[in-house]
Structure formats: C-alpha cells, structure tokens
C-alpha cells in the first residue's frame, strides 16, 4: 500500500447558479495576460451544449485521454509513438478557432470619434492580431441556449439516447438545463503528464497538484491533445503550455483556490482524500463498467488505523491525515457516494467529483395548475394528488426514471453510461429533501420517509449531516486545507545554519564590514 | 587581387568556423542556464494547422535525412566512398538526398509563405524568425544547385570538405583545397557556419532539446518537494549538499 495524499474536488451542480463568478475571479487572477486571453482555467458550461472548446467531449475528433489495448491502457492521441512522429505537425491539436479567438473593443472611439450624424460604435478588435474582427464565438457562447439546434442538439452526450427522447428533451415547455462548472481534475492519471515529451508536466507529490513548469516546456503541444477535459491551453504568445494550478500559491498559505473562495452558490467543497498509489494503474485500465467503482475503491478510509500506518510510513504529516478525516470531499465522494468523477471512461482518473443535479428532475407541476397540466406532455410527471412531493416512493423513484433529463444522459456525463449509479445518488439526494420536508414541515407519513430513506441507502442521521453539508456548511467546512509546513520544507532546501547570522531585517547583501 | 581572395579565404574558412563554433558552444550554455523560459520550439500551429502540415513535415523530414547525410560524410568518409564505388548505388544516394533536398525547399516555401501571408502567425514572428528563414532559404537553394552543377556531391565532400572540416576540428585549419571550391560551394559552407552561430540565438534551440528521453522514462511524472520521509527519520544526518529538487 502506498497511500499518498491528494487534493480533490466536489462540485454540487444542484446549486450552482450559472453565474460566472468561479471564472472571472480565475481570469483575474492567472489568465489575463497576452497569449492567454483566451484561456479559461475555470469556464461554466451549459449542458446540454457543446462546451468549450466546441465539442471538447467528442474524442473521436480530438483524440484526448487513455484508450484501453490488449489489457493495458495507452493514450488515444499521444504517446511514445503518436506523440514523436507527429512532432511536427500534431493531427490533433485544436487550434484557437476551436475555442474562440481573443478580443476586445475600441472602447475609446465611443468618446474620441469627431461628431458625426451616426452614433459612434465600438467595434471589435482581435487581441491576436489587433485588428478588426466579427466575433463569431466566445467561452461561454452557449450559455443558457439549452434547446437550440446548434449547440445543445450537437453535445456529444447525446450518443445512446433514443430519437424519441433527444426530441423530447428538446420541446420548449420540457426544456430543461444545467451548468457545468470545469477545472483542471488534478487526475490520479494524467494523460497531459504522460504525453508530454520534454517531461515539463508533473504531479506534486504532497498534494497531488498537476503542474506544468515553464521552464522546462518546449511548445510540443501533446499536453492540449491528451488532456480529454482540454484543460491544459498552449500560450500562443509565450509557446508554452498553461493549465490550472489550483492556486497552489493559496493552498499553501492556507486560502481556497479563487474559483472556490468566490463561489457564489457555495457549490464547491475540497478536502484532501488518501488514495493507495499502487492501484492506479490497474484502476485505470479496468472495464469501462468497473472504472468508477475502482476508482472509488483506491481512495483510503482515513480512520482506519492501517491506512494511517501506512500513511505516517510513507511520510505523509499527521497534519494532513487529520485533514483528510474532515475532508468533506472524503464525505461526499466515498462515504456517502453522492459524488461521481466527470466522463471516467476518459481514464484518467480525475479527483474532480461531480454531485449530479436533481433539478431538472424535481420539475413538476401540483395539481392547482390542473389546466396547465393537461397541456404537458404525458411523459413529464404531474402530480394528481394533493401533494406537492409524490411521496409514495414509488412514484418517487419514478419521477427519477421518467426524468425531464434522461437518465442516459447524466449517465454519459457521470458514469459511463452507467444509468445505475447516477439513479442512486438521484436517490440519494431525493431522500434528503423528503427526510428535510418531514423534518421541517412534517406532512409526509413517517413510514414513507424511513422508506425512501433506506431505499437510498441512508438513514435519518447521514441525510442530516449531508443536509448540514450541502445547505449549511461554513467556510472552514468546505474547504479543508492541509498545512503545507514550509517550515520543514525550507530545511530540505538550506541548512538554516547557513544563513544564520547573515541576515536581518533591511539587509539584502550580507552584512559584512566593508572594504 | 589575389590577397584580397585569400583574406576573404581565411576569414570565411578559418575565422569564422572559429567564431561560429566559439559563439555556438558558449550561447548555447548561456541560452539554456540563464533563458530557460524563452527556450522553446515556439510552434505557431495553435494559430494555423493546415498550412503548417505542408511546410513543417516536408521541411523537417527532409532536413533531417540531410543533417544525418552530411553528419555521415563528415563522422565516415570511407563509409561514403565504399558505398559511392558502385555507380548505381551513388545515384541511388545521390537522387534520394536531392528529393529530400526538394522537400525542404517545398516546405521551407510554405512556411515562408504562410509567415508572410497569414495575419495571426506574422504577429508571432520576430525578425530572427526572418533571418533564420532567409538562411535556410540560402541553404537549400545552395545545396540543391552545389548538387545538381557539381557532381557528384557525395563523394567529393567525402574526399574534400571532411578533412577540411577535420583540420578545423584538428586546431590546423588547412584550406589549400577548399579554396579551389567553385563560389556556391563556398557560399553554402559559409551559410552552414552562419546557421551554427544563430542556434543559440533563435527558435533552433528546439533542435538541441530533441525529447529523446521520452523514449525511456515512465509516463507519469510525481515530484516530491521536500523528503518527508527523510525528514521523519531521527538517524538521517544533517547535509550541507542541497537536494536536487532546490
């Protein structure tokens, strides 16, 4: 057992709002150079739609993450192989049209124009090449355009969904979306590290953050190919490679990433999980089927006192352990399994989770709007009794089957393909909200409750405490930052007995008596 | 008259091999410890993809089967000249390093083209880009027309430029025979020493950095900051000599 620590992620899209907020405050800070303007470490996504870059999912055109051969796992696009022959010429580099091309406006022409009959404009300039351009896309151009035949109609996870159901999906009065917020996964096994050839690509080992060093990267590209999320970005200006660091610099010093600190519908949790190294490789090449229960299988139970063991053994600080058991990430993804990783047949192992969206699914109508009910069409669920919640489980669950989103649909996003555990933790988060209706307001029989509630595998105290987690959560408890203890880390780099007496404050030279 | 070819003689065939090479070893140090940043590739296909295919594989594949022709020649001249004593042979070679030879030139051509007619990739263009361009430009035309008026290439720079470039190599310049060289020959020796100078100065870099090693090491990269474990362990002795990660 080689048990390592790694910062992972737990998105809740039931709550994210659409708002931006993650990605300005990410641009802000990282992106708002020449090269990368057109880079978003952190992009919202509307979904269904095609994302960014335009159908990023769609491997089959960009070739992205691990493939399964013969028993063992080899990149889809990269490698010894691909990656050295097409080191001239990459097949399968997305080029910047593919995301969108940089701009800005010449705001200054709305006040210095000489006075004219026509109202002065500010027209649209490329920051590529400075000059005029008509925009034809941006980072989130999809934005909320769920229905539309160009962009939703074209997102790749609608492979295995009938004719009959994409149709329906697509009817305005059914028409249902949500948002996907993406980040770099920090992967257990990352397909840009293992691409790139000059070998500038690496994982932390502390913290498992995916780093790129500028120093080392030579502009062979194969990183912006092999990453299936497409989150590593070449910088056309500096020709080097770029990608999320995960605010490393903040981690460090205690902070949320930005993108999480200002999350405005809170729907960000990170946390350190332990994991046994040694199953990576196995976990990676398993059936598409068994890739997220083998993933979950490799993260380790921080109390358990082997893993410990094997944790202090390895080095891991008591710091970070006990992080790890407050890790609410640990909570979401292992020991409630609420969570699910974003396309795992991409098999990179990404430690970014993902609590699907019930909304969509919530969606009904009671039966005081009898008359707008009758014009629904027969599919979407109308309750026909006087309660707000069907509370018979039955009916429940069916509501989740006979999902204004399909099922297979989530399941592409989530599991995939796997309707089965997307419909659990559907379950799940169901369960909660009726065990919090009968707690807060107390009309729904008790029987029923205690019903769906083991039905979904929880009892009243776990959907308290993922209530408590989900709605109530402060700060401290979203974000559970190990200590990077530079302290100890600055010894490994000097001998403080070199520098002692050397220095002190206003000092940049040594203080030593002059010529 | 005279005196004024030998002077030029001794300049282009001794003086500057000596600056060329000097230039190159110490650039190509300072280059790669003090501007790691700006050391790379700075490939121009994230702009521009389709275009690029039509210069930058035949360029590249070309240059490459010529650099190794002429690294041959220079490394085992008798290797070329037992190869070359079979008439049929030496145009099997011959005709092959032109076609190569034709390759670079076509793509050397696009990329120029695509350099000066494509808005995105001029903005990413320095003037080292056109100078080493405008080089390479030189090189191959040269070298195409050295082939093709002077034959046979192959063994005559076996039997005359190697060890001329081996007395240079040697510390005794000796360049009695090279100076008879007609003027092309001499111009594309002298662009040769040229492009050996700019490497360290220009995008060429990349070549020195070739990732070969990618061969053989493991896919998956993890770097540890600090040895935690050897920070744990009471019995690890204190070191003055830094990790290498520092």
Known sequence: MDVRAQISMVFHLDKCIGCH????????????????????????????GTGYPTKWEDQDIYKGGWEKQNGSIELKGAGRKKGLLNIFHNPNLPVIDDYYEPFTYRYLDLIESPASDDQPTARPVSLITGKPIDIKMGPNWDDDLSGTPDYARKDPNMQGLSAAEQEAMFQLERMAFFYLPRICNHCLNPACVASCPSGAIYKRGEDGVVL???????????????????????????????????????????????????????????????YDADRIEAAASSETESLVDSQLNMLLDPFDPQVIQAAKENGVPDSTIKAA???????????????????????????????????????????????????????????????????????????????????????NLFS???????????????????????????????????????????????????????????????????????EQAIE????TGDTKGSVGFGFKEKPQRGL | ?????????????????????????????????????????????????????????????????????????????????????????LIVLEVTAFIFGIAVLAGLANLIYRRLTNPRVAVVTSRMDYA???????????????????RWGSSWFASVLTPYLWSVFALQPDITAVSALPWVVKLHIVGAYLTVLLIPFSRLVHFLVVPLDYIWRPYQQVVWYWQRKEVRRSGTPWSLKRPLNN
């Open chain 2, 1 to 89: 008259m005279d005196a004024f070819f030998n002077a030029l003689n001794n300049f282009f065939l001794i003086g500057l091999p000596y600056i060329a090479l000097f230039v190159f070893l110490i650039g190509s140090v300072w280059r790669y410890t003090s501007t790691r940043f700006k050391y790379s590739s700075l490939s121009s296909q994230f702009l521009e993809g389709r275009q690029l295919f039509w210069g930058s594989v035949p360029f590249h594949m070309g240059i490459l089967f010529l650099f190794f022709g002429h690294l041959t020649a220079f490394l085992i001249p008798r290797g070329v000249l037992l190869w070359n004593n079979h008439p049929a042979r």
């Open chain 1, 492 to 495: 490994m780099l000097e001998f």
């Open chain 1, 21 to 48: 907020t993650c990605s300005i405050a990410c641009k802000n800070i990282w992106t708002d150079r020449k090269g990368a303007e057109y880079m978003w470490w952190n992009n919202v996504e509307t979904k269904p």
């Open chain 1, 212 to 274: 790129i060093n500028q120093q080392v990267c030579r502009a062979w590209r194969m990183c912006v190919t092999a990453c299936p999320y497409k989150k590593s970005y070449y910088n056309w200006h500096t020709g080097k490679s770029e990608k999320c660091i995960l605010c490393y610099p903040r981690l460090e010093s205690g902070y949320a990433p930005a993108c999480m600190h200002s999350c405005v519908g809170r729907i960000r949790y990170l946390g350190v999980i332990l």
């Open chain 1, 416 to 486: 995939a393909g796997d309707e089965e555990k997307v419909k659990l933790v559907l379950k799940k988060l169901m369960a909660v909200r009726i065990h919090r209706r009968d707690v807060t307001v107390g009309d729904i029989p008790r029987e029923k409750v205690q019903q769906a509630l083991s039905e979904a595998g929880l009892d009243a105290e776990t959907a308290e405490e993922v209530y408590q987690l989900t709605s109530l959560a402060k700060f401290d408890e979203r974000f559970v930052i190990p200590p990077a203890h530079r």
């Open chain 1, 325 to 411: 058991q407050y890790s609410p990430t640990y909570k979401f993804v292992k020991k409630w399994g609420m969570a699910l990783p974003l396309h795992p047949e991409f098999r990179t192992l990404p430690m970014l989770f993902y609590v699907p969206p019930l909304l969509p699914v919530m969606a009904s109508l009671s039966n005081q709007d009898l008359e707008q009910g009758e014009k629904m069409d027969p599919i979407a669920k109308f309750w026909k009794d006087d309660w707000l919640y069907d509370t018979s489980t039955e009916g429940l669950w069916g509501t989740i089957d006979q999902a204004r989103f399909p099922l297979k649909y989530m399941a």
């Open chain 2, 132 to 150: 080493i361009l405008s080089l390479l430009l030189l090189q191959v035309v040269t070298g195409l027309w050295v082939a093709y008026s002077f």
